[in-house]
């Protein structure tokens, strides 16, 4: 699946495991510290966004699908957890994490993921403060680290057709 903008000339893909190569030549400094990286992409555990600024591999958003429950009920929340959002320092300053972000809350919508999470350094105030433009909020501040959560459920993943096709709503 492909996203262009042709005005900007980005093109926002999706990714997948034959994409390793060009994912370590982008950002390997970040893939050097992710866990199992390579066992985990090969199984598909990892949800890849890639950004293309005239045809040159330029950002890449990384994410990883986590289910929780709710308190005691058997109830199954699908999240996701964004690992990272990388944008090749020569190619800054273009949009391409905008786009790449954009895309990504789009699609996980989409997906009906209820939420988008992300574990940061507090001192990282840039990259909190982005993240809070797209409506991602601090939930959790501890020493060194905070949670910023962006929640895309506001109706417990429930749409009105649900209540139509189920005969919960009549007319």
Do not use: H
């Not at 308190?71 to 996701?80: C, F, R, S």
């Amino acid at each position: 699946m492909a996203f262009s903008n042709e005005k900007s000339k980005i093109s926002i893909k999706t990714g997948n495991k034959e994409d390793l190569m060009e994912l370590q030549l982008c950002a390997n400094e970040f893939i050097d510290f992710i866990d199992d990286f390579e066992i985990n992409l090969q199984n598909e555990k990892y949800f890849i966004l890639t950004a293309y600024y005239i045809n040159n591999l330029s950002g890449i958003l990384l994410a990883e699908n986590q289910i929780s429950k709710i308190d005691e009920l058997e109830m199954l929340i699908p999240k996701i957890q964004l690992i990272f959002l990388f944008v090749n320092p020569s190619y800054r300053n273009n949009s391409i994490a905008n786009q790449l972000l954009n895309t990504f809350i789009k699609i996980q919508k989409k997906r009906q993921i209820a939420s988008i999470f992300i574990k940061l350094p507090q001192k990282y105030k840039k990259g909190i403060k982005f993240l809070e433009k797209y409506g991602f909020l601090q939930i959790i501040t501890s020493n060194n680290e905070v949670i910023l959560e962006r929640n895309l459920w506001y109706d417990f993943g429930l749409s009105f057709c649900d209540f139509i096709e189920n005969g919960i709503y009549e007319m």
